[in-house]
């Protein structure tokens, strides 16, 4: 294997395609951020536009806002503007609310569209929201569905005439090991059964075609990959074909065919629209469309062979650099099955990552023993991740990780 020095990265940040991005961001000095998948940089762009939202739109303009400036429309136009990342139609994407409450409408709507059924199946190492969101969905229609959960490996062999909707992920939050949309979807249609894919740790980095796979139904977070802000409301995916029978539980009065009739009656508004249930987040959608804006602007195929390519490097320096010192990968080698984080695992993984962040190098830890770094291609330069494996051997070689201070648990890792 040839030997990797800094000189070289440098050279590889000059020829990155992407390389202009970075300008696009504001990043604290000397801060190298591996946590986009977690929560996105500020874009910029967002600083004066939430500003502007404010002081200018609320400020002034008041209720007239909700026409004049644009308000209600944000939902479907930052939709749009999703749609071809995702391999969407225009009309197929809305943003609404955060990534756990529009789960429970997509979920809510789904088991309704296969009432004989009685399964919701999903994997075991799925995010935690989507498990809690379907045992909480469960308990109130009385068990009449039940979430059966299985490992990775036996969703094809557990998929049968029971399963109502298949609810995955497509990358695990923990390992970023990907599982294959297009062959599962296929296979939970053979069954019958209705998919809903999660998409928070995809959307943004990873290309993708809802439609040529013929996905039903998806949603995915916005303030990872698609640098929203914190707790950015999350985008929801609904196939044309779907969309008449589509039956929102939380039926709310923004989600009428006709709102200002104040009708006692709830009726669907036609389309996308539909999905929606009050009135839209505007000063987080205000930040969400920035962010949506600058990950539209860029080439996914270009964003996908940095991703990949810094991926690679991560692992391979690892190799080079820390050998002896127990980190192991916890994520996929092959990058055709990783998504854009890596993970490796070491029993003292908290305490590292907090040495790390006290060097300035912001990784996350999870449960049990994984150091988890987020690859984000837009702003991270090759030279960064030469910077970071370089924390990452001092800080094993210092046993920077035994002071006390990183030993104790903090409340959000
Ligand atoms: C981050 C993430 C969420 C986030 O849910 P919120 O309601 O926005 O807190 C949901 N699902 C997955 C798979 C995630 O990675």
Redesign the pocket.
């Known amino acids: 294997m040839d030997i990797i020095d800094r000189a070289a990265l440098e050279e590889r940040d000059r020829h990155d395609p992407l390389a202009a991005f970075r300008g696009e961001f504001l990043l604290p000095e000397g801060v190298i951020y591996l946590d986009g998948n977690s929560l996105g940089p500020l874009p910029r762009k967002t600083e004066a536009a939430v500003q502007d939202l404010i002081t200018r739109q609320w400020g002034q303009h008041l209720i007239q806002g909700w026409v004049d400036d644009g308000w209600m429309e944000l939902p479907a136009r930052i939709g749009r503007q999703l749609a071809p990342m995702l391999g969407a139609a225009q009309d197929e994407v809305l943003v609404c609310d955060?990534?756990?409450?529009s789960?429970f409408k997509l979920l809510g709507s789904a088991v309704q569209f296969n009432p004989g059924r009685s399964k919701i199946l999903s994997t075991k190492d799925n995010?935690p929201?989507?498990l809690y969101t379907a045992q909480g969905l469960s308990a109130l229609l009385g068990g009449r569905v039940r979430l059966q959960t299985v490992s990775e490996d036996a969703i094809e062999a557990a998929l049968d005439e029971s399963i109502a909707v298949l609810l995955l992920?497509q990358v695990n939050?923990r390992t970023g090991a990907m599982l294959d949309i297009p062959r599962l979807t296929a296979a939970a249609h053979r069954h019958g059964a209705l998919v809903i894919w999660?998409l928070?740790?995809s959307s943004g980095v990873l290309p993708l075609h809802l439609r040529e796979w013929e996905v039903d139904l998806a949603l995915g977070?916005g303030?990872?990959f698609l640098n929203g802000g914190p707790?950015a409301p999350?985008f929801v995916f609904i196939a044309n074909r779907l969309q008449p029978g589509f039956q929102n539980p939380i039926s709310g009065w923004l989600g009428h065919a006709a709102p200002f009739d104040f009708s006692p009656r709830y009726q669907p508004a036609p389309g996308i629209l539909r999905a929606t249930s009050g009135s839209p987040p505007v000063l987080s959608l205000a930040a969400l469309a920035c962010g949506v804006e600058l990950a539209a602007k860029a080439d996914l195929g270009q964003v996908r062979a940095k991703s990949i390519a810094l991926g690679d490097l991560f692992l391979k320096l690892v190799a080079q650099e820390c050998a002896g010192l127990d980190l192991q990968p916890a994520c996929p080698t092959d990058s055709a099955l990783r998504g854009s984080q890596v993970s490796f695992s070491h029993p003292q993984g908290y305490a590292i990552i907090q040495a790390l962040i006290q060097r300035k190098v912001i990784g996350d830890f999870r449960d049990p023993n994984l150091l988890r770094f987020g690859l984000a291609p837009l702003f991270l330069r090759y030279v960064d991740i030469w910077d970071a494996v370089q924390h990452l051997k001092a800080v094993h070689e210092n046993r920077e990780w035994e002071a006390p201070e990183f030993q104790a648990r903090k409340a959000v890792t």
């Open positions: 955060s990534t756990t409450v789960l995010f929201t989507n992920t939050f999660d928070s740790h977070c303030y990872k707790g999350a």
